[in-house]
């Protein structure tokens, strides 16, 4: 048998060993090598098994660790009152994402998750759009998967660019270094050069317009676990922001603006029922039953997978945690009787009755029921909020106020929310500020959301302080303005046998 690159080979057998596991009239075989679905339902269920992201938050909670809304926590509470734990292993395993490691596979063995599982969904994506027109069945169940495909494939593009590819730049797209990009299903021993990140982001554009295209003649699904047209609409905003594009942003990001974005209101929900009492969930935020501006809920519940995201969990010891002692850092962005402080993150939990404050861990999605990722409208109103502020009119300003207003008013308690105004800012500048911090608050420990946004604010300068341990020296490190390890290095698999695809060149960031 050939020499298959590594990504090739894996999705073949990850596909094959999927097919193979069906039933006995699911496949035709139509070669000694490959098994290939020709019935709708067979292509859905190639699609629902490997095109559908299943466990984007644990192979992608390293990039958590990049940001400013992580740090290092040593054992403590409210009224230094926890008792001292012990130190856990996902410090060490972490250590690399978290100092912008020059070589960040060294500390954790799984790094290679993200990269070769996108590639993973995006083969089998391909193989749905390579026979859109000769798949058999009902015309709009047609539709509906190939939308699909598309419109996950350009989800996995958008992923592997803002990670591995270098940050949009208008200027520079067409020879800054991207990803490859694999747009058929066949098995082949080649060694690809990278695309241009220009050129990921029009086959981006272009996979979402098609799947737009599809999406007229489509059947309609009411399965929030299911890619939507809705979910094309949020992600061309997105996509839009991120290249600059202020007038599709607001065109998309609008289209979901039908009944206020159904945005969910938690300002009226008591802060008390958001709190959190014990390891069991009492309120859920992502709860696809109660949120009703989630449109497309992925990943699968499996929260006690994750390798870095300790702090999830009930635990005293050094550990990682939520970013919130410094200036800048993410829980002091809160204001008093904004709701996401309790909704976000835990509180309390009772020991005999007590409330003990912890650490105000992430809990958005913090259940064995419910997916771990999802995919809102309230991004949509933040894409066209931000986008209408970079149009520079006051009349464009004023939309931008309008959005927040809308948002705000859901997340606020009737008593403390107060309406802005333009005039509550000095410039344009503070505006774009503001409109910034608050999708920080909204989109917390969601996607890669904040480590993709600090790329394209220009990639401003962090600084990380670890500790081994509780009594260990602090240990501080810098990521400078610009810099190059703003762009991951791909995995040792992937340049060990592409001995010709450009590296990231990281470089060494040693503690000061």
């Not at 909670?61 to 400013?68: E, G, I, K, S, Y």
């Not at 797209?173 to 990009?181: F, K, R, S």
């Not at 969990?313 to 829980?331: A, P, Y």
Request: charged letters at 25%.
């Amino acid at each position: 048998m050939m020499k298959y690159n590594h990504i090739s080979k894996m999705m073949f057998s990850a596909l094959v060993a999927l097919m193979l596991s069906s039933c006995d009239d699911y496949l035709k075989e139509t070669s000694p090598d490959l098994l290939i679905p020709e019935k709708v339902e067979e292509f859905q269920s190639v699609l629902n098994g490997e095109g559908y992201l299943k466990l984007l938050d644990d192979e992608g909670d390293f990039v958590h660790l990049m940001t400013d809304d992580v740090t290092v926590l040593t054992s403590y509470d409210s009224r230094n009152a926890m008792e001292e734990g012990e130190d856990i292993v996902a410090l060490y395993l972490g250590k690399g994402a978290y100092t912008w490691a020059q070589d960040i596979e060294y500390y954790d063995v799984g790094y290679d998750d993200f990269y070769s599982k996108r590639y993973t969904n995006i083969m089998a994506c391909n193989i749905i759009i390579e026979n859109a027109e000769t798949m058999k069945g009902e015309r709009n169940q047609v539709a509906s998967c190939v939308a699909q495909a598309y419109t996950l494939r350009a989800l996995c593009y958008f992923y592997l660019v803002n990670l591995y590819g270098k940050p949009y730049n208008a200027a520079t797209a067409a020879t800054d270094m991207g990803v490859v990009l694999r747009l058929k299903s066949e098995i082949v021993r080649d060694q690809p050069a990278r695309n241009t990140v220009k050129e990921v982001y029009d086959q981006i554009n272009s996979d979402l317009d098609k799947a737009l295209e599809y999406w007229k003649e489509a059947a309609v699904s009411r399965s929030k676990y299911l890619i939507s047209e809705r979910a094309t609409q949020l992600l061309k905003s997105r996509v839009a922001l991120f290249t600059g594009d202020w007038e599709t942003a607001i065109e998309y990001g609008t289209k979901l603006s039908e009944g206020n974005y159904d945005l969910y209101n938690i300002g009226k929900i008591p802060s008390e029922e958001l709190r959190m009492y014990d390891a069991q969930e009492d309120y859920i935020f992502l709860n696809i039953n109660n949120n009703s501006e989630i449109i497309f809920a992925f990943g699968k519940p499996d929260y006690k997978s994750s390798r870095f995201m300790e702090f999830v969990r009930l635990m005293s010891g050094t550990m990682f945690g939520v970013s919130q002692t410094e200036e800048g850092d993410l829980l002091p962005l809160y204001e008093e009787g904004d709701q996401r402080y309790y909704a976000f993150f835990l509180q309390a939990v009772t020991d005999k009755g007590e409330y003990k404050d912890y650490r105000h861990a992430p809990y958005k999605h913090y259940s064995p029921k419910y997916c771990p990722q999802a995919m809102r409208t309230s991004e949509a109103v933040l894409n066209a909020a931000e986008a209408y502020v970079q149009k520079g009119s006051d009349a464009d300003k004023n939309e931008a106020v309008k959005l927040l207003n809308l948002l705000r008013k859901n997340r606020f308690t009737p008593e403390t929310y107060k309406e802005l105004t333009l005039a509550d800012f000095a410039t344009t500048a503070d505006l774009l500020q503001f409109v910034r911090d608050e999708r920080r608050r909204e989109l917390c420990f969601e996607e890669i959301h904040r480590w993709a946004d600090l790329r394209r604010y220009g990639c401003p300068s962090l600084k990380h302080v670890f500790y081994a341990s509780k009594n260990s020296s602090p240990e501080v490190y810098v990521l400078e303005q610009g810099d190059q390890n703003y762009t991951l290095e791909l995995p040792k698999s992937e340049l060990d046998y592409n001995t010709v695809i450009e590296s990231a060149n990281r470089r060494a960031i040693l503690p000061q």
